[in-house]
């Protein structure tokens, strides 16, 4: 349907067909954007995927503030207090199951109901690459920038 669009459609018959695409898209897509929409046209929200693994991130909170700067997360790695972080992978990051990448989102609970603090910085030992690393957390849980320390 969607590849028939015609010069003459009416703009009803455009609206159905760019939003079967739409809906397309949606189900393709790590729909990070979408959250709080409607990714389906069915009223629902959008339920993230199982988170795939656990990854420890660095501050130096108690609990999982995170820092206001790279750099404070980057001095509590292997320092200060480590926390658990539950990873959902966004669908076309390839680099691991445990390992963080942007795009992907994190959650600090197993449930994946509470988001990550946003515009916050957590330190994360990247033992695979033998680097520290900074992980600065955007809007709903989602991995904005890895930086080396």
Same mark, same amino acid.
């Given at each position: 349907?969607? $590849? +028939?669009?015609?010069?003459?459609?009416?703009? *009803?018959?455009?609206?159905?067909?760019?939003?079967?695409?739409? $809906?397309?898209?949606?189900?393709?897509?790590?729909?990070?954007?979408?959250?709080?929409?409607?990714?389906?046209? +069915? =009223?629902? *929200?959008?339920?993230?995927?199982?988170?795939?693994?656990?990854?420890?991130?660095? +501050? $130096?909170?108690? &609990?999982?503030? =995170?820092?206001?700067?790279?750099? &404070?997360?980057?001095?509590?790695?292997? #320092?200060?207090?480590?926390? +658990?972080?539950?990873?959902? /992978?966004?669908?076309? $990051?390839?680099? =691991?199951?445990?390992?963080?990448?942007? =795009?992907?989102?994190?959650?600090?609970?197993?449930?994946?109901? #509470?988001?990550?603090?946003?515009? #916050?910085?957590?330190?994360?030992?990247?033992?695979?690459?033998?680097?520290? /690393?900074?992980?600065?957390?955007?809007?709903?849980?989602?991995?904005?920038?890895?930086?080396?320390?």
């Amino acid at each position: 349907m969607i $590849n +028939d669009i015609l010069n003459g459609d009416s703009a *009803g018959d455009i609206r159905a067909k760019l939003n079967e695409l739409i $809906n397309i898209v949606n189900d393709y897509s790590s729909s990070q954007y979408v959250d709080a929409g409607n990714p389906g046209g +069915d =009223g629902g *929200g959008y339920n993230p995927p199982p988170a795939s693994s656990v990854v420890m991130l660095w +501050d $130096n909170n108690a &609990s999982p503030m =995170g820092e206001t700067f790279a750099l &404070s997360a980057c001095v509590a790695i292997n #320092m200060n207090m480590s926390h +658990d972080f539950w990873i959902s /992978k966004d669908p076309m $990051n390839m680099g =691991g199951t445990s390992i963080p990448e942007v =795009g992907d989102t994190l959650y600090t609970d197993s449930a994946l109901a #509470m988001y990550a603090p946003e515009s #916050m910085y957590f330190g994360w030992d990247d033992t695979t690459n033998m680097q520290h /690393k900074s992980i600065e957390i955007g809007n709903a849980g989602l991995i904005s920038v890895i930086s080396n320390c």
